[in-house]
């Protein structure tokens, strides 16, 4: 029986996924042969508060921020563990809408980097903090245009500020654990003001909490939970909150 170009097209796509889900195993294996460098206790560094974090706007309930920090899996699925987010969507930003897609982002050429929007009540949880998780947690911000296996531009530490109170706030923080010394190398991270947020795939979203036995999930991404849950006790839920598909991009 003919398939229908619905049909075939989502076939295609659910082979794209399982090829995508292969590679990432033979590259976590070969991480773990070749010693790749991640985010491994040794790593993870307690990192200071960021002494500019401003109280939100009277009558402020929700806050955006817009993260990127290697592979999106898991960073997604960090914020979805941390109290007071109510939504984290893994996406690109950094380059234009139409070239906004897996396939092309991963060549390295469409400026885009592979990001999360973070949506949290800074009632209960501050920008500050959120940038405190990122650099401690989520990712290391010395490596530059890589995280791990992962190389390229599209896998850059970098912060995609709302506004103007956002941007001093990460400048300064960056500026505070530089000269505090805390990383054995510089921060690499960049602020990249006035780039829009476009959301992934479907297929992308929520890839950790329903992928927990893929190979480059349980080697890379499952121990930032795990350190997420030991230094940041008090901001830890055990349940991810899952994307709300309303809002994903703006």
Not at 139 to 158: C, E, F, I, K, M
Not at 190 to 213: C, G, M, S, V
Not at 225 to 239: M, Q
């Amino acid at each position: 029986m003919t398939q229908s170009p619905r049909k075939r097209a989502t076939r295609s796509m659910f082979t794209s996924v399982r090829h995508i889900v292969a590679v990432a195993a033979i590259v976590a294996a070969a991480a773990a042969v070749l010693s790749i460098p991640r985010l491994s206790a040794e790593t993870v560094r307690e990192i200071p508060t960021p002494t500019l974090d401003p109280a939100p706007p009277d009558g402020a309930t929700s806050e955006v921020a817009v993260l990127a920090g290697g592979c999106f899996w898991g960073v997604q699925g960090v914020f979805q563990h941390v109290k007071g987010v109510t939504n984290a969507v893994s996406g690109y930003a950094g380059g234009e809408e139409k070239t906004a897609r897996y396939n092309i982002v991963s060549t390295g050429r469409t400026h885009h980097a592979e990001t999360v929007q973070v949506t949290f009540d800074p009632r209960q949880i501050s920008y500050g903090r959120i940038l405190q998780i990122y650099f401690s947690v989520a990712h290391d911000p010395t490596q530059l245009n890589r995280q791990g296996p992962d190389v390229g531009t599209q896998y850059r530490s970098a912060i995609f500020p709302k506004d103007s109170e956002q941007a001093r706030i990460a400048e300064a923080y960056i500026g505070q654990l530089n000269q505090a010394g805390v990383f054995p190398a510089a921060i690499v991270t960049k602020i990249e003001p006035d780039r829009a947020f476009y959301a992934a795939e479907d297929y992308h979203q929520d890839f950790l909490t329903r992928n927990p036995n893929n190979s480059y999930i349980v080697i890379h991404d499952l121990p930032k939970i795990e350190h997420l849950k030991r230094l940041f006790s008090d901001l830890y839920r055990n349940e991810p909150v899952l994307v709300a598909r309303a809002g994903q991009s703006n």
